[in-house]
């Protein structure tokens, strides 16, 4: 066989292989349609509206500690001492009312125990062994303020009552409430317990979000029916509810050292504001918390 024949195969074997090896590799896809059509515009979340300072000056007030912020924004429209600590009796059973929502299971039965009344006034006097629901007795706590009933949500929720206040503490620091110690879930006396003005603003605002507590700060008087079958009226602590129509919360607090204390809530034409006044005395701390109320609420809308 000539070299020249022998270099015409080698060549015509090349070429074949080199065919094959082509037809094997997978043609290309055509390039996907690209959608032209019209998208949906991104929308920006609206902007919170910067309340505004009533333009008359805030009212004089006997309360020792005080602030009005608004809800929305949370906008400061006036302090008084308001980063001054001191105790603030019941009031700060708003926290505790945050941890019990936090736990959710809002309807678990809750067994009375004997250690529950381990509390001075104002009680409701449960017996051990009834069971209620945390509901049930959320709405009581936040009414009619009873102490027995802050100590057995604190039990049940944190197993004893200083694992609650560890909650009550890590609640109210991932609020930003940077000038509170909580010892007790019902706000009695004890050494070491404080808050002000400020941080119970801040604590009432995110009970005013939560519609279960903003319910509850609400209602004026409910009927409580115990296991036995007796029943109950129970009467909101907040006289303001029926002296201010526009007033819907909050919560009251009166001990001897703390003074008369109130958190109360407010709308009107748009507007919520939350009014802390703290160390007032009696009848004070109602004139001084419906001033402040009606001082940022009862003023025209902007534009008007």
Not at 112 to 117: E, K, R, T, V, Y
Not at 219 to 234: A, C, P, Q, S, Y
Request: glycine share 6%; charged share 20%; net charge positive.
């Amino acid at each position: 066989m000539s070299k020249l024949f022998r270099f015409r195969v080698a060549a015509m074997t090349f070429i074949a292989g080199l065919g094959s090896a082509c037809s094997a590799v997978p043609p290309l896809k055509p390039p996907l349609a690209r959608d032209y059509s019209p998208q949906p515009a991104i929308r920006e979340p609206a902007p919170v509206a910067v309340a505004a300072i009533p333009p008359t000056p805030p009212p004089k007030i006997i309360g020792e500690s005080a602030i009005v912020v608004d809800v929305a924004s949370g906008r400061v429209l006036y302090a008084k001492n308001a980063d001054l600590r001191r105790e603030v009796a019941s009031t700060q059973k708003i926290i505790t009312a945050l941890c019990i929502v936090d736990a959710g299971n809002i309807d678990k039965p809750v067994t009375i125990q004997a250690n529950d009344g381990a509390c001075e006034p104002t009680k409701l006097n449960l017996k051990p062994g009834e069971v209620y629901s945390r509901r049930e007795l959320l709405k009581v706590l936040m009414v009619k303020s009873a102490n027995d009933v802050a100590r057995a949500l604190a039990r049940d929720v944190g197993g004893n009552q200083e694992s609650f206040a560890d909650l009550m503490n890590r609640r109210s620091a991932s609020l930003g409430m940077r000038n509170s110690n909580f010892i007790t879930p019902n706000g009695l006396p004890m050494a070491g317990q404080f808050s002000t003005a400020r941080d119970m603003a801040i604590a009432a605002r995110a009970a005013y979000r939560s519609p279960l507590l903003r319910s509850y700060g609400a209602i004026k008087t409910f009927t409580f029916r115990f296991n036995d079958g007796r029943v109950r009226e129970l009467e909101n602590t907040n006289k303001l509810l029926k002296t201010v129509p526009y007033c819907d919360g909050l919560k009251t607090g009166t001990a001897n050292a703390a003074g008369r204390c109130l958190v109360s809530s407010g709308s009107l034409n748009g507007r919520s504001v939350i009014v802390v006044v703290l160390k007032s005395n009696s009848p004070n701390i109602w004139t001084d918390s419906s001033k402040l109320l009606r001082w940022a609420l009862e003023r025209p809308l902007a534009g008007a």
